[in-house]
């Protein structure tokens, strides 16, 4: 060797010596800004094998520490959404504001270092994941404010309470249960008026000025993320920068199917409640169909099915009859998910989840499902009443916990879906199986049913009013918050517009004039909540894709023979050829690309909404037919107008 190869060799090696020292002090101290970084911005070292190591190694730790503040946050958000107090929500600001410090410093590391050559996939792709901020890119300051104003809306919701129709001095109903079981039982027009007006009264109503304010901070945040708004911020996150268009292609695909099921609606509630209340070619009053947000019909079933002397599966009787409790709903939902070799819940999940609602605590009564990020601790917080309804979301929350169970051994930073649909769909697409005639025959809770033609199609059109029914709202929902972000609805317009989507993709209109003073959208939970809400629309295409690959691969259907066996028949229940093509899914996380899991499962590349019409096609084609018949209008006429800006 001679002097100047050396001198040469002698100065990579002290860089690289210098290199490793910065990595090793930053994993150490990994809330601490490093100044090692910059010093390599420029020198790329990202073929060495060394360097690779040190790559690895500083992942490994921020990966840990990254798990126990997640850990630590999620803790404080639990006992805030279980127990709504002063005293939980500073402690939840507190500790949400410390994990945003932490999540600063990784995003500065991060970003001064040349990750961005690295040729290793899983290297690459946790720093690229790790290298999005998110909120945590406003000052602490703004954070904060941004933190509080969602909590505040939050809190709002889910302390609201009205006052009945038939006893107006009692003024204590909450939207679980009280209100919802009114929307689903009462048939009294003017009662149901009266609930869903006063409900957006004591929620929406009050939250319009923190709503402005969040949206603003939340432009800010995307911005500071690179993006135009935060539309485009939530889009980034399907990996895909045509996403939208192909939401839209997937819609208009499904609207033909929705404009059917409407038309036969809008006949049944006009037989019901007269020709006063339902015109024969306008939207529906959204106040009549069994539903605070119109959202979903399956609750007027009983008085618009296509043959009323044929029974409805509804096992809610049987699961009264049979004493079930809320345990026993969450173990019958964990049963199927163990009849396909899935993962049982841990004890930790029976010993800390809330099934039911507590009295005298204000807590969020939304169902939702939660991951502590330490491999042990998972539970679900439901307000669960016994029905055939929360059995069925049982099996869908479970299915986040079942997703948690199969990617909890990966690192922290892919401890997600693969996309935030896929995370929606997995326990919907065990309630697609565990909803047949067969299952429910099969674990007790139907004994004599009706198995003929006509039965078979009240059963599938019972889950039209619940899955095609519920497209429009979702893409609706969304595409509101979308014009919100991009400023081409301004605050001055948000409820009237509101009203012109809820009528251009719903067909429904307020049973009441609607004005600005008003603020309907924030009446809906996701809304005030800051959840994106295409992940539902997208739950419900994709969950029929899995479906059918499941069914197939558990020799419950057969594509080239359909009429052996309906797609909407297939049973997956016991099979463990179905649960480990499912789990092969499902443990990946978020370690590859959407279109990658999709792969896995279903053959397939991108979302298909054929699985969705192939299972609903016998009712596709008998709606089409009974409309013709009844010589019903498809569609709707543009309504008078139904909101003002002030009144």
Same mark, same amino acid.
């Given at each position: 060797?001679?002097?100047?190869?050396?001198? %040469?060799?002698?100065?990579?090696?002290?860089?690289?010596? /210098?290199?490793?020292?910065?990595?090793?002090?930053?994993?150490?101290?990994?809330?601490?800004? +490093?100044?090692?970084?910059?010093?390599?911005?420029?020198?790329?070292?990202?073929?060495?094998?060394?360097?690779?190591?040190?790559?690895?190694?500083?992942?490994?730790?921020?990966?840990?520490?990254?798990?126990k503040?997640?850990s630590?946050?999620?803790l404080?958000?639990?006992?805030?959404?279980?127990?709504?107090?002063?005293?939980?929500?500073?402690?939840?600001?507190?500790?949400?504001?410390?994990?945003?410090?932490y999540?600063?410093?990784?995003?500065? &590391?991060?970003? *001064?270092?040349?990750?961005?050559?690295?040729? %290793?996939?899983?290297?690459?792709r946790?720093?690229?994941?790790?290298?999005?901020?998110?909120? #945590?890119?406003? +000052?602490?300051?703004?954070?904060?404010?941004?933190?509080?104003?969602?909590?505040?809306?939050?809190?709002?919701?889910?302390?609201?309470?009205?006052?009945?129709?038939?006893?107006?001095?009692?003024?204590?109903?909450e939207?679980?249960?009280?209100?919802?079981?009114?929307?689903?039982?009462?048939?009294?027009?003017e *009662?149901?008026?009266?609930?869903?007006?006063?409900?957006?009264?004591?929620?929406?109503?009050?939250?319009?000025?923190?709503?402005?304010?969040?949206?603003?901070?939340?432009?800010?945040?995307?911005?500071?993320?690179?993006?135009?708004?935060?539309?485009?911020f939530?889009?980034k996150?399907?990996?895909?920068?045509?996403?939208?268009?192909?939401?839209?292609?997937l819609?208009?695909?499904?609207?033909? =199917?929705?404009?059917?099921?409407?038309?036969?609606?809008?006949?049944?509630?006009?037989?019901?409640?007269?020709? !006063?209340?339902?015109?024969? %070619?306008?939207?529906?009053?959204?106040?009549?169909?069994?539903?605070?947000?119109?959202?979903?019909?399956?609750?007027?079933?009983?008085? $618009?099915?296509?043959?009323?002397? !044929?029974?409805?599966?509804?096992?809610?009787?049987?699961?009264?009859?049979?004493n079930?409790?809320?345990?026993?709903?969450?173990?019958?939902?964990?049963?199927?998910? $163990?009849?396909?070799?899935?993962?049982?819940?841990?004890?930790?999940?029976?010993? &800390?989840?809330?099934?039911?609602k507590?009295?005298?605590?204000?807590?969020?009564?939304?169902?939702?499902?939660?991951?502590?990020?330490?491999?042990?601790?998972?539970?679900?917080?439901?307000?669960?009443?016994?029905?055939?309804?929360?059995?069925?979301?049982?099996?869908?929350?479970?299915?986040?916990?079942?997703? =948690?169970?199969?990617?909890?051994?990966?690192?922290?930073?892919?401890? *997600?879906?693969?996309?935030?649909?896929?995370?929606?769909?997995?326990?919907?697409?065990?309630?697609?199986?565990?909803?047949?005639?067969?299952?429910?025959?099969?674990?007790?809770?139907l004994?004599?049913?009706?198995?003929?033609?006509?039965?078979?199609?009240?059963?599938?059109?019972?889950?039209g009013?619940?899955?095609?029914?519920?497209?429009?709202?979702?893409?609706?929902?969304?595409?509101?918050?979308?014009?919100? =972000?991009?400023?081409?609805?301004?605050?001055?317009? /948000?409820?009237?517009?509101?009203?012109?989507?809820?009528?251009?993709?719903?067909?429904?209109?307020?049973?009441?004039?609607?004005?600005?003073?008003?603020?309907?959208?924030?009446?809906?939970?996701?809304?005030?909540?800051?959840?994106?809400?295409?992940?539902?629309?997208?739950?419900?295409?994709?969950?029929?894709?899995?479906?059918?690959?499941?069914?197939?691969?558990?020799?419950?259907?057969d594509?080239?023979?359909?009429?052996?066996?309906?797609?909407?028949?297939?049973n997956?229940?016991?099979?463990?050829?179905?649960?480990?093509?499912?789990?092969?899914?499902?443990?990946?996380?978020?370690?590859?690309?959407?279109?990658?899991?999709?792969e896995?499962? #279903?053959?397939?590349?991108?979302?298909d909404?054929?699985?969705?019409?192939?299972?609903? !096609?016998?009712?596709?084609?008998?709606?089409?037919?009974?409309?013709?018949?009844?010589? *019903?209008?498809?569609?709707w !006429?543009? $309504?008078?107008?139904?909101?003002?800006?002030?009144?």
């Amino acid at each position: 060797m001679n002097q100047a190869n050396k001198r %040469d060799f002698q100065s990579k090696m002290l860089l690289k010596s /210098y290199y490793i020292l910065c990595l090793t002090l930053a994993s150490i101290i990994t809330i601490l800004p +490093s100044p090692c970084y910059a010093e390599f911005k420029e020198k790329s070292l990202v073929d060495d094998p060394e360097f690779l190591a040190n790559a690895t190694n500083m992942l490994n730790n921020i990966n840990i520490n990254y798990g126990k503040w997640q850990s630590k946050a999620v803790l404080a958000g639990w006992a805030y959404a279980s127990n709504i107090t002063d005293e939980n929500l500073a402690y939840q600001l507190n500790v949400s504001a410390q994990f945003a410090d932490y999540s600063r410093e990784i995003y500065k &590391n991060i970003s *001064e270092f040349n990750w961005r050559d690295i040729k %290793d996939y899983d290297i690459r792709r946790q720093f690229e994941l790790l290298s999005t901020p998110g909120s #945590t890119i406003l +000052s602490k300051e703004k954070y904060t404010q941004y933190d509080e104003i969602i909590n505040q809306m939050q809190s709002i919701y889910s302390t609201a309470k009205i006052c009945n129709f038939t006893s107006p001095t009692q003024c204590d109903l909450e939207l679980e249960p009280e209100i919802t079981e009114i929307m689903i039982n009462s048939r009294d027009p003017e *009662e149901l008026k009266h609930i869903w007006k006063s409900w957006r009264d004591a929620s929406g109503k009050k939250v319009k000025n923190q709503f402005i304010k969040y949206v603003e901070l939340s432009n800010e945040i995307a911005r500071l993320n690179n993006q135009t708004d935060m539309a485009a911020f939530w889009m980034k996150e399907y990996e895909d920068e045509n996403f939208s268009h192909k939401i839209e292609e997937l819609w208009q695909q499904l609207k033909p =199917f929705y404009l059917q099921i409407h038309a036969y609606v809008r006949r049944q509630l006009r037989n019901k409640y007269g020709e !006063k209340i339902i015109s024969k %070619d306008g939207p529906i009053p959204a106040h009549l169909l069994g539903n605070m947000w119109a959202q979903t019909w399956n609750n007027i079933a009983d008085f $618009t099915t296509p043959y009323p002397g !044929k029974k409805l599966p509804d096992v809610t009787d049987a699961m009264l009859k049979q004493n079930y409790d809320e345990v026993k709903i969450f173990r019958v939902a964990e049963d199927f998910f $163990t009849s396909l070799n899935l993962s049982a819940m841990p004890e930790t999940f029976w010993k &800390n989840s809330i099934l039911k609602k507590p009295n005298n605590v204000d807590l969020i009564c939304h169902a939702s499902a939660w991951d502590f990020y330490d491999g042990k601790d998972f539970r679900i917080k439901q307000c669960t009443r016994i029905n055939m309804e929360d059995l069925l979301t049982a099996h869908h929350e479970m299915g986040h916990i079942q997703y =948690f169970l199969q990617y909890k051994n990966l690192p922290t930073v892919y401890k *997600e879906g693969a996309n935030p649909g896929f995370h929606e769909a997995v326990g919907d697409t065990i309630s697609l199986s565990a909803s047949t005639l067969e299952h429910l025959k099969e674990i007790g809770l139907l004994n004599e049913v009706d198995t003929d033609d006509e039965a078979m199609l009240n059963q599938l059109y019972l889950k039209g009013l619940n899955k095609i029914v519920f497209l429009p709202f979702a893409y609706m929902m969304d595409k509101w918050r979308w014009g919100v =972000f991009q400023s081409t609805i301004l605050p001055d317009t /948000y409820n009237c517009n509101w009203w012109k989507l809820a009528e251009e993709y719903q067909g429904i209109a307020p049973p009441v004039e609607r004005s600005e003073d008003d603020f309907d959208p924030g009446a809906k939970y996701h809304t005030i909540a800051n959840v994106e809400y295409l992940r539902y629309f997208i739950s419900f295409v994709i969950q029929f894709q899995f479906h059918k690959a499941l069914c197939i691969e558990a020799g419950e259907y057969d594509p080239a023979d359909p009429s052996n066996k309906l797609l909407s028949q297939c049973n997956i229940y016991g099979s463990k050829d179905a649960g480990k093509l499912f789990q092969s899914m499902l443990e990946l996380g978020s370690s590859k690309p959407w279109q990658d899991a999709m792969e896995k499962i #279903t053959g397939q590349r991108r979302m298909d909404a054929s699985g969705l019409i192939e299972y609903f !096609k016998p009712l596709i084609d008998w709606l089409e037919s009974d409309n013709a018949k009844h010589g *019903e209008f498809i569609g709707w !006429k543009r $309504t008078a107008k139904s909101c003002a800006k002030n009144i």
